[in-house]
């Protein structure tokens, strides 16, 4: 009787430690499997949308960069690396359209947009940053005033009435004038329409009594 009872209790205690084993594996399991949540920045106004920033790999200079995704009822549906992640964000009130203002960089831009269907369910960019785009076309637009623009940045500031009103901020260089520097200021305007690339609709010049312009320092 001696010799039977330890053994059972051994086969007792052997049959428990499994069966908590395998009941705890799946769990263990499931959470090496989940990917990390990211860090939420704003949610859509009717609630479906939400943009969220996760850490991302350092550039190849060692820049720090962040992961952007956008979620559907917490499933990632679109994602991409940002230079510092979102500066700023506008929802459009309907929910349909997502503009986010990001760090300028080296070129300059700032402005991302996409366009959001709940029901497909998809996410399409209608715009990336993209300097050297934005210098091209400012030139095109005002090449009779401009020789070159130096430096141009476009940031998005509200929806209104279905457009989304941006601020259009760079220097130029005049004809004639090298060595003068002119900061600049437009109210860009533009027109959204499902997936397709949004329309430039008005442009109005501002002024800032602060910018004034100068000349390059003169040669020793």
């Excluded at 049959?15 to 860090?39: D, N, Y």
């Excluded at 715009?127 to 005033?145: D, I, T, Y």
């Excluded at 601020?167 to 499902?194: A, C, D, E, M, Y």
Aim: overall charge neutral.
């Amino acid at each position: 009787m001696k010799a039977i009872f330890p053994r059972k209790c051994l086969s007792d205690a052997l049959l428990g430690t499994i069966a908590v084993f395998f009941l705890l594996t799946p769990s263990i399991h499931l959470r090496a499997e989940m990917s990390p949540e990211g860090q939420p920045l704003s949610v859509s106004p009717d609630g479906m949308f939400e943009l969220r920033r996760l850490p991302a790999a350092p550039g190849e200079r060692g820049e720090a960069r962040k992961e952007l995704e956008i979620t559907l009822q917490g499933r990632v549906i679109y994602q991409w690396t940002s230079a510092i992640g979102a500066a700023s964000i506008l929802w459009s009130p309907d929910s349909k359209y997502l503009a986010v203002n990001e760090a300028p960089g080296d070129q300059g831009d700032q402005l991302r947009l996409f366009a959001l269907d709940s029901v497909k369910p998809e996410v399409t960019p209608l715009r990336e940053p993209n300097g050297s785009k934005l210098r091209s076309e400012v030139e095109s637009r005002h090449g009779n005033f401009l020789s070159r623009v130096d430096r141009v940045s476009l940031r998005a500031m509200d929806w209104r009435e279905g457009r989304l009103w941006c601020k259009l901020s760079g220097i130029f260089t005049p004809k004639r004038q090298s060595g003068v520097h002119v900061p600049f200021h437009h109210l860009w305007v533009f027109q959204v329409n499902g997936a397709s690339d949004p329309l430039l609709s008005e442009e109005w010049p501002l002024t800032d009594p602060k910018d004034q312009a100068y000349r390059d320092p003169a040669p020793q």
